[in-house]
């Protein structure tokens, strides 16, 4: 369909490009968004993607360091029925290498239960989640690009107005890009363009 058409999508100004569906529309047009992440959504599906810049979590060792930030994805959500489904090895990123290194990326796939803004518990979504850690030592960061795709909505979730209530109807059945290809697209595709988007820490 064309609105699953992907395309290189600037991020942070253009310091920062990844490829992904069109479909999927900025947040920031309709809410704030904090300066250290870019967001978007498919309201239609009710899914999302991430793509966010940390300090590097010096303390948290490289294998199972995306398994690490999906777990406290997890408690900072309040969310429930935490499962980690997958996770992968330590790999090198080598198109995003800054003086010659390379990144190190890691990724894990999650199952939880968690409810969307301020509502409470009795409104909990299922959602499986995905997770890339891609990790830039030598500009000491943590990027984490985060990909989540509804399972289960709850009736009483503000998303079953749009979405509908019960189980997700497949991407596939839309004719849109499952997600997994979704997050798939915007890891492998993921480039830095500027590496002065990350400061001193790149001089």
Known sequence: MPEDFCTHRPL?????????????EDVSIVRQVP??????????????????????????????????????LATEQDAEGTMVIEQ??????DRVRFRGIPAIITTAVGQMAISKGRQGRDAQNVV?????NLRLKGVATDVLITA?????????????????????????????MPMR???????????????????SSAD
């Open 12 to 24: 942070f100004g253009g310091a920062i490009t990844s490829t992904f569906p069109r479909r999927f």
């Open 35 to 72: 300066d250290h992440q870019e967001a978007f959504v498919d309201p239609a599906r009710d899914e999302s993607l991430i793509i966010e810049l940390l300090d590097l979590k010096t303390d948290v060792a490289d294998q199972g360091s995306a398994t690490w930030f999906l777990q406290d």
């Open 88 to 93: 992968s090895g330590v790999f090198e990123a």
């Open 128 to 132: 499986k989640v995905y997770l890339a």
């Open 148 to 176: 989540y795709e509804p399972i289960l909505i709850n009736a009483a979730s503000e998303t079953a107005a749009a979405v509908g209530a019960g189980v997700a109807v497949p991407a596939e059945q839309s004719g849109c």
């Open 181 to 199: 290809q979704v997050f798939t697209s915007a890891v492998t595709s993921f480039k830095v363009n500027d590496w002065n988007l990350f400061g």
